[in-house]
């Protein structure tokens, strides 16, 4: 590979959404500057994905799937990829002496530390994402290079900093000097991104090789195309000491404070999608589109999303541009989003999503907003069904049997205890959540 395309970035966690997201904006930087950077993407573990892409010399087709239409764009900037199992091609990677920065999208199991981390990275033998990171951080600032950014594009608040509290204990544990290097060289921005991305089918690679093909592209074959929707956002906070693209070029926005943004998408669109997750279902959907086109729904849609703009902290004409960009999206009949999928995990989401809203509207004196108790009721109502995926919600399924709770209205009670002492205290929400069961039922 010739110096001039010798990657200057990693990332960790070759995915559909990386490709439509980090890995796109880096390609729209580079061909609004000239300016090169060049990705050496790693899978999880195993080759299938970066052996597929290699075999296509690393190009991929992004098929932005509006409602009206496909566009499609052909990918450069990866210019070479790896299984993360590849330590040998790992370490290479991070003695690139203009490396700029690291990316993450490994999901939030991902960053977890276990027992089998620091015998492993004493062994040189790293397995885990978070071993891996830092036996790459080992090889640089053994080599004597520079400094590096890493940055987290998972969903979690305040990832930054979530990713360097995790880098920073690991390193105090196995090496003391590596965590002084990381501590003056490394550093760790914060991000907010958002992009659906719904699974390839055979139909969109038989597409996009036909696309090439009509373009005279001299690659004729993409069995790695990703579908995406048109909408796309990625907010950054941090330092970048060895630089990076012009992303602010090409539509990222770089703020003091990510913070503000986390929380208008987790009470925006995940509040917004949880709400349509499990009072659509109750109502017989199985779509968000299909959600969407019942006035039952959106009306209570168009209520949360009111009552969480009044505790967020932007002005209504932003509020209002983020929730029309949400009503397109949302209604884009041919993004499959599939409501049984946004409905896992409802014990782990809703305390941050639906309750983050009723806790800061009760905390400023606000009435009580009708999405909480309309999430909460479809919710209970989700809970009696055979379609549940949530392995945090074990505990309270034990509470309902202990209370001889068996019907959804009964364990209202059961639900706010669970949920926090204040909730139960709250007799109008639990009025409300009748209320709405009464509605369902």
């Known amino acids: 590979m010739s110096e001039q395309n ?6 960790m966690g070759l995915g559909a959404f990386h490709r439509a997201h980090q890995a796109f904006y880096t390609y729209r930087a580079e061909q609004a500057t000239g300016e090169q950077t060049g990705i050496h ?32 764009e052909l990918i450069d900037t990866i210019r070479a990829a790896s299984a993360g199992s590849d330590l040998d091609a790992w370490a290479g990677a991070w003695l690139v002496p203009d490396l700029q ?20 990275l004493r062994a040189e033998q790293p397995g885990s994402a978070m071993s891996r990171l830092l036996y790459g951080l080992q090889t640089r600032s053994r080599a004597g290079l520079g400094p590096v ?3 987290s594009c998972d969903n979690l608040a305040g990832n930054g900093e979530v990713l360097a509290g995790r880098v920073r204990g690991l390193a105090e544990q196995w090496d003391p000097t590596l965590a002084s290097w990381i501590e003056s060289s490394v550093s760790f921005p914060s991000t907010m991104v958002d992009r659906i991305t719904p699974a390839t089918t055979d139909q969109d690679r038989e597409l996009a090789t036909r696309w090439l093909r009509e373009q005279g592209s001299a690659q004729t074959v993409d069995n790695m195309p990703v579908v995406c929707e ?13 630089g990076r693209p012009a992303w602010e070029q090409v539509g990222v926005t770089i703020v003091d404070d990510v913070a503000p943004y986390e929380q208008r998408k987790l009470w925006l669109l995940n509040a917004g999608h ?4 499990y009072y659509g279902l109750a109502l017989g959907h199985e779509t968000i589109d299909q959600a969407m086109a019942d006035p039952r729904c959106t009306d209570l849609l168009e209520a949360l999303w009111s009552a969480a703009g009044e505790v967020l902290p932007f002005d209504d004409a932003e509020i209002g541009a983020a929730c029309e960009a949400l009503r397109i999206r949302f209604r884009n ?24 809203i009723y806790r800061a509207r009760r905390a400023a004196g606000k009435p009580l907003d009708p999405g909480t108790p309309a999430t909460l009721a479809g919710w209970l109502i989700h809970l009696g069904t ?6 945090g919600v074990a505990e309270l399924i034990s509470r309902f049997a202990a209370a001889g709770a068996d019907t959804a209205r009964s364990r209202i009670p059961v639900m706010l205890d669970f949920f926090g002492q204040d909730l139960v205290d709250d007799h109008e929400l639990a009025k409300a959540i009748d209320d709405q069961l009464h509605a369902l039922t």
């Open 386 to 391: 055979d379609r549940v995926n949530d392995q």
């Open 149 to 151: 950014a890493v940055i």
């Open 41 to 72: 993407a790693f899978t999880g573990r195993k080759p299938d994905a970066a052996d597929t892409l290699a075999a296509q010399g690393y190009g991929y087709t992004l098929i932005e799937r509006g409602a009206d239409g496909d566009q499609l």
């Open 101 to 120: 920065f690291v990316t993450l999208t490994i999901t939030e199991a991902g960053y977890r530390i276990t027992d089998a981390d620091l015998p492993a």
């Open 230 to 242: 048109p909408f796309t956002e990625w907010v950054i906070a941090g330092d970048f000491p060895a």
């Open 333 to 356: 009949p041919r993004i499959r989003h599939n409501l049984i999928q946004i409905a896992g995990d409802g014990s782990q989401k809703l305390p941050n999503r639906t309750l983050g």
């Open 6 to 11: 010798r990657p200057r970035s990693i990332h």
């Open 274 to 277: 949880s709400m349509l997750a």
